[in-house]
């Protein structure tokens, strides 16, 4: 199978720059698998769909404000973008420009936090050392910024736009820090479509996978199964791992709440045949034909072309029927990727 043919042309002006201006607010895309069917709502709606007969897992991760902005002794800009956490204070990083770093070199990012350079990896990686007294992530809350992707332009001097980052790109429930990115399905609920959920008898639970550069790097290979996935931790917990298991024995739906979600819980039966509690790691690749031992149903936003996210969701719902609706989507100018709209794959 070719990563070709999992691309598709998206004007660009469909790709949001800003959330809605209501979370609950963004358009849905409901497919019906068996049905073959496309209807267009808007996620508020999602509480007509589930009842107390499912059960809908989250991902509780937190984003971090991993995009520092360092300085070199000569006044020069590095961009720096924190990675994955080590011990002793040290991360793994993105650094730009990397010509224009060397080992042993110290950066500074403002008075309360320094990077010192340690050694350069592979794939245009370094290991750093944050250099800083007090938490870690309070000091980023001071000096970092969201780590928001590229196709969303920022200028980093805008107040205004940088507060609403932080808020909107992170889930009303984020709870455990250490992601870079957030798992964006979730962006659409507010703390009050949660309580309707619940009202209504459908249980909710969460896991933890913590969301690095993996999950959205570019696949560059020609062959869909010479891609590898960038290891990703993640943590479920024994009420998690109880409600689910006694879910599944029910007979009850499983929808996930993004392909993290999605990604963790496959991911933990295929290594214990079964769903426990855990702390472990993912590199698990979906992509047709892969057969789901634990998910039924998926909320997602539209994900890039050729990207790994959108070969997942074509696993579960079938190729030509995503591509069916990703025309229909462009069709009726769905706003796309991170802040943009969503589906929900029943």
């Not at 800003?18 to 508020?44: G, W």
């Not at 290991?127 to 007090?134: A, F, K, P």
């Not at 001071?142 to 932080?166: A, C, F, H, W």
């Not at 997602?300 to 579960?316: D, E, G, I, R």
């Amino acid at each position: 199978m070719l990563v070709s043919e999992f691309d598709y042309n998206l004007p660009e002006e469909l790709i949001a720059q800003t959330p809605s201006e209501k979370r609950e607010n963004s358009r849905m895309m409901v497919l019906d698998k068996q049905a073959q069917t496309i209807e267009h709502k808007h996620f508020y709606d999602i509480v007509d769909y589930l009842d107390d007969n499912c059960i809908l897992v989250l991902n509780n991760t937190k984003v971090i404000p991993a995009r520092l902005y360092a300085h070199k002794e000569t006044g020069a800009l590095i961009e720096i973008f924190l990675l994955k956490e080590h011990d002793n204070k040290q991360w793994e990083a993105l650094v730009k420009p990397a010509k224009r770093v060397k080992e042993g070199m110290t950066l500074k990012v403002a008075d309360c936090l320094s990077v010192k350079m340690l050694e350069r990896l592979d794939e245009g990686k370094w290991l750093i050392e944050l250099i800083y007294d007090g938490i870690l992530y309070e000091v980023l809350d001071k000096v970092g910024n969201i780590p928001l992707p590229p196709y969303i332009e920022r200028k980093m001097t805008d107040d205004e736009r940088q507060s609403l980052d932080y808020e909107r790109y992170q889930t009303v429930y984020a709870k455990n820090e250490g992601s870079v990115a957030a798992p964006t399905a979730g962006l659409h609920f507010t703390k009050e479509i949660l309580e309707k959920l619940k009202a209504k008898g459908v249980e909710i639970a969460y896991v933890t996978l913590t969301v690095g550069l993996g999950t959205f790097r570019p696949v560059k290979c020609e062959e869909v199964t010479e891609h590898k996935m960038d290891s990703e931790e993640f943590e479920i917990s024994q009420e998690t791992a109880n409600a689910i298991n006694k879910a599944k024995a029910m007979g009850k739906k499983l929808i996930a709440v993004g392909t993290t979600s999605v990604r963790t819980l496959e991911t933990a039966y295929q290594q214990f045949g079964e769903i426990k509690a855990c702390k472990s790691a993912s590199r698990l690749f979906i992509y047709p034909p892969y057969e789901f031992k634990v998910v039924d149903n998926l909320i997602t936003n539209f994900h890039l072309p050729k990207s790994t996210l959108l070969m997942l969701v074509s696993a579960l719902e079938g190729k030509e029927f995503i591509f069916k609706a990703y025309d229909e989507a462009i069709k009726n100018k769905y706003r796309f990727y991170s802040y943009g709209d969503c589906m929900f794959l029943k």
